[in-house]
């Protein structure tokens, strides 16, 4: 099917971030948002582009006392022709699905979602970064805002999408990377089976904000969470995926558990490592056999992928308020070598044969 998105231009443009290499992460907002509602019997529907301002909220709406949302977390890029293309949409529509199913919320559908995507960033193309390690985060996002206090799924929905023109999440040196310090986290815990680990919602983050204040009182950049069970396994950081590498081989939380987020980045990782021939293994992975290769040597790399993070090598672990440094705590070969490629394949430097990206046409 396709949609006819009408677009309110902003009468009001906010002056674009003149630096570039000083954008952070989601410090900015572009001139116009996507909104769309959803009313049960009724389905999708007063979709628009408007200009990107504060809205008015009942106190009473569901997501505010039970925390019925989704999110989810894109890029867009600039090429060096100047046009503009995404990374593998696909996987944000089927993630935000499954999200969706988990949350009792309406599915948006995914040539709906295209339409009010391009339409946005069409409005905003201007604010798209062209410089060193940016690009245009994209945040999509839904709440059940029915006026209610049951608990139950709301009938009523917002969907919106915001864009924010962004640098690097951790900060970069100029090859694009640098180490951080992550806070093993062995009290509190992300997900537990059965929960809602794998879907993207906001309280999977509220829930984990009392462990970034560990983080925090031991100079660490984020957590590395363990599994809810037994304090023992590996899972996820903060706000990304995780892979360590022992001797030849590359290893990553298993997604059965449902506990971890089916990362898009860790997917291509995936993805790339068995086509370069790298052994790549998504297994149950104890912090005791990190510990035990880190003495014998054979911890070689930990890093951290995802949409926000891209590629980000950790350098440090911190286990029970002990320094553990990664090899030599510098940025390793194949981290540098995935973020070369990734980076490069999104923004148009290197060549997509893997056919991951969404060119958009202007
Ligand atoms: C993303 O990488 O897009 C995320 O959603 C992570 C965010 C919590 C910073």
């Given at each position: ?339 070369d490629k990734?980076?490069g394949m999104?923004?148009?430097v290197v060549e997509d ?10």
């Amino acid at each position: 099917m396709t949609y006819e998105i009408p677009v309110t231009k902003t009468q009001n443009p906010k002056p674009r971030p003149a630096d570039e290499s000083k954008l952070g992460f989601a410090k900015y907002f572009t001139d116009h948002m996507f909104v769309m509602e959803y009313d049960e019997g009724k389905g999708w529907h007063s979709w628009r582009v408007e200009p990107h301002a504060p809205f008015l909220i009942e106190p009473a709406s569901a997501v505010l006392h039970y925390a019925q949302m989704m999110f989810e977390g894109m890029k867009a890029y600039r090429k060096p022709d100047g046009s503009i293309q995404l990374f593998r949409p696909d996987m944000n529509i089927a993630r935000m699905k499954n999200t969706c199913e988990r949350m009792c919320m309406p599915e948006v559908p995914g040539d709906l979602f295209m339409a009010g995507l391009k339409a946005v960033i069409e409005a905003d193309k201007d604010w798209v970064p062209s410089g060193k390690n940016t690009s245009l985060y994209i945040r999509p996002f839904m709440f059940g805002d029915e006026v209610s206090f049951s608990v139950l799924p709301a009938k009523h929905y917002k969907f919106m999408i915001i864009l924010s023109p962004t640098g690097s999440y951790y900060a970069a040196n100029d090859a694009g990377l640098t180490t951080a310090r992550i806070y093993v986290q062995d009290t509190y815990i992300r997900a537990a089976r059965g929960g809602t680990g794998y879907a993207k919602v906001g309280g999977n983050y509220g829930g984990g904000m009392r462990a970034s204040q560990d983080a925090i009182r031991y100079n660490c950049k984020d957590v590395l969470w363990l599994d809810a069970a037994e304090h023992k396994y590996v899972e996820e950081i903060g706000t990304s995926n995780a892979f360590f590498v022992i001797g030849d081989e590359v290893i990553t939380a298993p997604l059965d558990s449902g506990t971890i987020l089916p990362g898009i980045t860790r997917n291509s990782v995936i993805q790339l490592l068995t086509k370069w021939g790298i052994k790549v293994f998504e297994r149950k992975l104890s912090i005791d056999e990190i510990v035990a290769a880190s003495k014998d040597g054979t911890l070689k790399e930990i890093f951290a992928s995802g949409t926000a993070a891209v590629i980000s090598p950790i350098g440090w672990l911190n286990i029970k308020g002990e320094d553990m440094q990664v090899a030599d705590g510098k940025v390793g070969t194949i981290a540098q070598r995935l973020y070369d490629k990734l980076y490069g394949m999104q923004t148009g430097v290197v060549e997509d044969d893997m056919g991951w990206t969404y060119p958009l046409g202007f």
